[in-house]
């Protein structure tokens, strides 16, 4: 085993391990946190790094242990060595030592689409009723209500079963002109997909026969397959009980992409999101091909596929930083508390390596709080459509003509307008991120070291010279912005000197943002 222990300054503020954690982050003397990130990604992306704010770098190759104590923490990896870089100063410092030593910019973004327009997701409208019908009328409605075209991700239960990736017969009549409509409309066109298979279905013995799915290394399950020396593995996940496919066998993986490849060629389907790929469904007494792989190396195995798939979203992925790979933060619930998670977390995906980042889906992507108009809280899915709309992507699922009352409605539309109207910039900043390496969004701390910013989790930047102050706070029609260095010009026009804090006004109309002018 090796092992890393660091006294913690008093001014001192780490990051690393999983990003659904960046809320708690930075970590600073008297945290208490931990974690093995073996097969523990807390449903989203994972990096066996720590950053510093005093420029310290730690890292491994394969899963650790993170501890933080009263004044110390520890990095355990039982795998692989420990390996530590002090060369630096600041968390820019830390970061660029990371990325150098781990990440994998090679100057390609996922599609530029992603960036340029909202996203639209069919989820919690339709449920686990996907069907032809009402996706058409959904893209139909965004549009009729002004909403820019962009991509359309139809989710969960397209699909004949899991692992049967064939549109559901009763459900879609013409799926391939329903994709073509779609496209005339000007949307792009995802499909969910994710590892698991049906059990008892032909796709299923097929593979259990190859054994490309994962299997039991105990024989003591109830049912013994005649065709097959050895059983494959059940998983219990949040659909049912299902087992799991290989993607370590090279049968396992050409079974997978050839029905990828079959939908895009025979439908005209753009991109897959790739999801349910966590590393905690591959823990335990397993057999696979590659007898080396750990729970983390299978998520990885799966994130790999969106590789092939310009258009593609991950929503758990291990290592694979600085890939050209959207990257969507897990489902939040429809309160304040978790709409004042996404600038933490966001600023943390940037520093973990995923700068293709989206935040969850506008107003929280749990289904369950839009059952009943009665729990939805009308300002907190305004102001979350707020937050996402100077992020790198916004993605809307729940429709808000539905939710909402006209005004509320209306200030949701003006938030997705304001994303389109950043399209260029977007995109300029992502080719920027592909190409030099460094973060799209990031804390203040970045790019201000040590002038008091470290805790400052409300407000980001865009790269060098843009600075974003939504508000998170119920009822909060002002709010505290801290300007950096410089001269920062609203909207309006008004110019603030930095350094200094300053209350501004906030009505729930308002997003501040702020461009730095020489």
Avoid at 15 to 23: C, E, Q, R
Avoid at 288 to 301: I, L, S
Avoid at 335 to 352: A, D, S, V, Y
Wanted: with cysteine.
């Amino acid at each position: 085993m090796s092992r890393q222990i660091f006294s913690i300054s008093d001014s001192e503020g780490w990051w690393g391990g999983n990003t659904a954690s960046g809320h708690l982050m930075p970590f600073t003397k008297g945290s208490a946190y931990e974690v093995n990130l073996m097969g523990d990604n807390e449903g989203n992306q994972s990096q066996p790094i720590l950053l510093s704010s005093d420029g310290r770098l730690a890292y491994c190759d394969e899963p650790v242990r993170l501890k933080f104590g009263e004044d110390e923490l520890r990095m355990d990896g039982d795998l692989a060595q420990v390996q530590t870089m002090d060369s630096g100063k600041t968390l820019r410092d830390a970061y660029l030592n990371a990325k150098d030593a781990l990440y994998e910019f090679d100057g390609r973004i996922p599609d530029a689409e992603l960036f340029r327009m909202p996203q639209y997701n069919t989820w919690i409208e339709l449920m686990y009723d996907q069907n032809e019908v009402a996706i058409l009328a959904y893209a139909e409605r965004l549009l009729a209500e002004g909403y820019p075209p962009g991509v359309l991700m139809i989710d969960d239960t397209w699909q004949e079963g899991y692992g049967i990736w064939e549109f559901a017969p009763r459900r879609f009549k013409n799926p391939k002109e329903m994709i073509a409509r779609l496209h005339a409309m000007g949307f792009k066109v995802m499909l969910w997909v994710c590892p698991f298979i049906q059990s008892d279905s032909p796709i299923y013995r097929q593979l259990a026969k190859q054994k490309a799915m994962i299997r039991d290394a105990e024989d003591d399950t109830a049912v013994l397959w005649g065709f097959c020396d050895e059983n494959p593995m059940i998983v219990r996940w949040w659909n049912g009980a299902s087992g799991v496919l290989d993607l370590t066998h090279p049968e396992g993986l050409q079974w997978f992409r050839g029905e990828l490849d079959r939908l895009v060629e025979e439908y005209g389907v753009d991109g897959f999101k790739l999801d349910a790929g966590d590393a905690n469904f591959y823990l335990g007494s397993i057999k696979c091909y590659d007898q080396r792989a750990h729970a983390n190396k299978h998520m990885e195995a799966f994130a790999r596929l969106a590789l092939d798939y310009p258009l593609s979203e991950l929503r758990a992925c291990w290592k694979l930083g600085g890939a050209p790979i959207a990257q969507r933060l897990r489902d939040k619930w429809h309160t304040w508390e978790h709409l004042q998670q996404l600038i933490p977390q966001m600023m943390t995906m940037g520093l973990l390596g995923y700068p293709f980042a989206c935040p969850d889906m506008i107003g929280g992507g749990d289904y369950q709080s839009f059952l009943s108009l009665d729990t939805i809280d009308q300002e907190l899915f305004v102001r979350s459509a707020q937050c996402s709309a100077l992020m790198p992507m916004m993605q809307f699922s729940a429709a808000p003509w539905r939710i909402l009352d006209e005004q509320h409605a209306s200030l949701c539309l003006e938030a997705a307008k304001l994303h389109a109207k950043w399209a260029d910039q977007f995109e300029s900043m992502a080719l920027d991120c592909a190409r030099i390496g460094e973060p799209i969004l990031r804390p203040l701390e970045y790019n201000y070291p040590h002038q008091g910013y470290l805790e400052v989790k409300d407000q980001f930047m865009l790269g060098d010279s843009v600075l974003v102050a939504p508000v998170v706070e119920s009822g909060a029609y002002q709010r505290k912005v801290h300007f950096p260095t410089g001269r920062w010009q609203s909207q309006s026009g008004e110019v603030i000197e930095g350094p200094c804090h300053q209350v501004v006004e906030s009505p729930l109309d308002c997003l501040s943002y702020y461009t730095k002018r020489n």
